[in-house]
Each structure stands twice: as C-alpha cells, then as structure tokens.
C-alpha cells in the first residue's frame, strides 16, 4: 500500500490510531483497502463499475455543456430524487468506462453513491463512494473541491465528523467562493460541538448570496443552523421559502418534509402531519416523510397507521434509527415481543453500517440505556463524547449514567445538553425531560420541575412513553414551579 502521506489532497484523519475499541479501529482498514484500490485507476473502474454493461450500448459522449438536472443536484448539494440519483449513476459509470481518467466523472459518481446510500440505508454504497471520490484525487490531486466536497459528505453520513472537516476545511481551501463546500463543513462542526465555528461558516456562505438553484439549498442550511439556535421561526420561514422555490419535487419534499419536523419539535401534530403528508405525496420515496407520519400518527392516538407509517418507511430506508423508533413504539402500546424484535434489528443493521465504516455508537448507545446494558452505553458514549462532543452525544451520556446510577455525574452532561451557552441554543423537548428525571432523582426538586415543565412546553408529545412519565413525576413532586404553571401541564 503506499505511504498515505505521499499522497496530495489525501486526508490524515481516517489513517489516525484512535483510541477506540476495536469496533471502530476495522474503519481504518477498511479505509486503508479503499486508498490501495484506487492506487491503480483501471483497477478502480474494474472495482467499481458493473462487469457486463449492455452489449448495445454506445460509448458514453462526452458531458454536454449543460448539465441534466440530477447531475447538477448531486454536485450542487440539492434534494434529488432516487431515480434522478440512479440515472446519474449510470450515466456516470458509461462514462468511466471509456474515459477512466476524468477527475469530475469520478467525483460526481462517488457523491450520487453518497447520496443514494443516506436515502435508502443502504450503506454498501459509502465503500464504492470513497474508492470513487479517492480515485478522482488520484486523477487531480490539485483545487479538485468536488471530490474534496464528496468526502466531506460521505464522512458526515458515516458520522465521522472528524474526518469530515479535515476534508471540509481542505475544500473550502481550494475553492473558497464555491459555495457547495460550506454546506458539509458546518454539519461537521455542528457533529463536534464546534457551534461558533457552525455559525461563522454560515455567516461565510449566506455572504456569498448563491443565487438560481443554491438559493434555496442555502435557505435550508441556514434553517438547519437557525433551528440549533432555538430560533424555530426563523427556522420554519427559511424552509418556507425554500419549498417555495424549490426546482423539482424531490428538492420541495425534502425541505417541507424538514419543515414538519420543526412543527413536530414544537408539538404541532396537524401541521407536522401535513407537511409529512405534502411531501409523501410529492416524493413517493421519501422515507424520513413516512417516518415523520409515524410519529405525529402515534402522537394523535392513530397507533395503527404510525405503525403502518413507520413500516412503510423501514421498507423504502430500514435504518437503525426509525427501527428503534419503531420498536419504542411497540412498546409504548405494550407489545413487547415486537418491541424487543426491533431491538435486535437495530443491533443487526448497525453491525451491518459498521461494516460500510459508519459510526452508530450513539445509537447503540441510545438503545442499551434504555433498552439493554446500561454500563455498556456509558463506555460507548464515554468514547463518543471525548471523539465527538455535540450536544445529542452530550444528553445520551449523561441519561446513560443516570441509567447505571450514576446521577451526579449524569447531571453535568444533561446540563451541557439543555445549557444555552453550549448546547447552542437548541430546544429539546427529550433533552429537557432527560434533566428533569435526573433532578428528580438528586432531590432537586424545583430544577427538576421547570425541566419537566419544560419538555412538556417545548413538547407535549415528544415521545409515546417519556410524555407520560413527565406529567407523573411532575404530580409526584406536587407544587407548581416557580412560573405558575400547574403540575398536571399538558
């Protein structure tokens, strides 16, 4: 294998020893496998690209000066659709058949597997992405920022988010004016708790005014920074706009589909319902849509069709995450057997990402604190939090030492997770609730009712069980809190 660091434009981070179990040391080899089957390029496409193309088909031609509108949303960051992402692969893979040494072609290949592999779960895409993008570095090692802007995205989808500012940062380096290397870089730094380096870098790209089709992709980002703000209407304004002009109906679904998820955040069941709904309809195959519908359903006591809702969402995208909401779901309604069937399933499918490099430790961490070892889920995220800082990690760590009875320890991190200073401002009805429990549990009891009371104002819905268990302790602990509101909030 040749010496990583000879390479130009090659990032260190993947290559680091970490000091991680073993689970997530595999990802080094398995990057490494990735850089020795890009060293040869012809060796790359035989890798990569299907062995028996159609007989009758015509070499590729060359790209037209105007490229299709897929094309354009893989390399711009846009919403796309998955049959849009499917053309642009094959389309992508005929042209490296016959020109195996154009840098774009590679770039915008390993981006569509990028994409194709977050949309449907299907990880077996991240592995092909990285040979790809790395394949492009090896054909222009020099201001090649698509593949650079590839990585980025790719190790944001692994959440590796390390690894995606390293190769954000070198990006932005070599193309500061492009305005889709801004984009992976403050989801990286968001995932490691950098939020003033997040909000900088915002600052940076809405300098820039992109105009045609970034302009509403642009409006996204800022919601998405808005939104961990606290700044929920500004928040829905921005997805509002976007939507608005949005160029296809994958691009629209996919902000109104981010639009319901603020409404379910703030506990509108309806309004959350029919953004969900909208983009369902527009995008048949959107599942964070259908997943969305499970939750407000589930909210408004149509157990059946969230369960239906979250069923049809697992079939389009089974991902561990909507398999654990499934089966907290089941739960809820009593079914344990089924609950603990999907248990199981979220361990099977993140063994399964690992496999691809993706890091799920904080989901499996969520899941053993509730649902398993807790002691487990403290070592798990102990080692996530030191690697990657970000408020979610901050929050489940602290709910998985109280889990395992330590809760003066749990109290520090449920404080980073609910404090405004750094948590940056983001309003969580479970982070809330989560404090609150661990209060409770150290006799802090008018901390521990504002918390409470908290997660019921944020949201009076935010889960089908932990709802429930706020309103009980807050009639255990009786008094009304020091805003007048009553024990029995809803």
């Known amino acids: 294998m ?28 398995l990057a490494s496998a990735a850089v020795a089957g890009a060293a040869a390029l012809v060796g790359g496409v035989l890798m990569l690209l299907p062995e028996n193309p159609p007989a009758r088909r015509p070499p590729a031609p060359a790209p037209a000066p105007g490229p299709p509108r897929a094309l354009t949303a893989v390399t711009a960051g846009v919403p796309a659709a998955l049959s849009a992402l499917a053309a642009t692969i094959g389309d992508r893979e005929a042209r490296l058949r016959t020109h195996p040494r154009d840098a774009m072609a590679w770039a915008v290949l390993g981006t569509a597997y990028v994409e194709q592999g977050r949309l449907t779960a299907d990880v077996t895409n991240y592995p092909k992405a990285e040979r790809a993008l790395r394949s492009s570095l090896r054909v222009k090692s020099e201001k090649n920022a698509e593949a650079l802007d590839g990585l980025a995205a790719l190790e944001n989808a692994r959440r590796d988010f390390a690894a995606a500012k390293d190769w954000g940062e070198q990006a932005l ?29 915002l600052d940076k790209l809405m300098a820039l005014k992109p105009g045609g089709a970034a302009r509403p992709a642009v409006m996204a980002q800022a919601a998405a920074v808005y939104r961990d703000r606290g700044w929920r209407e500004d928040a829905a304004a921005q997805l509002s706009d976007a939507a608005a002009i949005a160029r296809t109906p994958a ?14 955040e703030r506990g509108d069941r309806e ?43 697992l079939a389009k995208r089974p991902s561990p995450q909507y398999t654990l909401e499934l089966g907290e779901l089941y739960e809820s309604l009593g079914m344990g057997q089924e609950a603990r069937a ?116 944020i949201n009076p819905y935010f889960s089908p069980s932990r709802a429930a268990s706020a309103r009980e302790l807050l009639r255990e602990l009786g008094e009304p809190g020091e805003d007048g509101m009553p024990p029995d909030v809803m």
Request: negative net charge; charged residues 30%.
């Open 2 to 29: 040749e010496n990583q660091q000879s390479q130009p434009g090659t990032s260190l981070v993947t290559e680091r020893a970490r000091p991680r179990r073993s689970r997530l040391l595999r990802r080094v080899v």
């Open 173 to 201: 380096k070599a193309a500061p004016k492009r305005w889709t290397s801004y984009p992976p870089l403050i989801e990286a730094y968001n995932g490691l708790g950098d939020y003033e380096a997040t909000r900088k870098t």
């Open 251 to 264: 691009e629209q679904a996919g902000y109104l589909e981010r639009t319901g998820q603020l409404a379910w």
């Open 271 to 313: 309004d959350a319902l029919r953004h969900f709904e909208a983009a369902a309809r527009l995008d048949p195959e959107q599942s964070a849509a259908l997943a969305g519908q499970g939750r407000a359903l589930a909210a408004l006591g149509r157990s059946g069709d969230a369960l239906k809702a979250y069923q049809a969402a």
């Open 342 to 457: 999907q248990y199981e399933l979220v361990r099977v499918r993140a063994a399964r990402d690992t496999a691809a490099g993706v890091d799920d430790e904080l989901l499996l961490g969520q899941l053993e604190a509730d649902h398993g070892d807790p002691a487990d889920a403290v070592e798990r995220l102990r080692d996530e939090y030191e690697w990657q800082p970000g408020i979610e990690v901050a929050d489940a760590l602290g709910w998985a030492l109280h889990r395992a009875g330590d809760d003066t320890q749990a109290l520090k991190f449920a404080a980073i997770a609910t404090d405004k200073v750094h948590g940056g401002g983001v309003l969580s009805a479970l982070y809330a609730y989560h404090r609150g429990v661990i209060e409770r549990e150290l006799d802090l009891d008018g901390s521990a009712r504002r918390h409470l009371q908290q997660a019921l104002r």
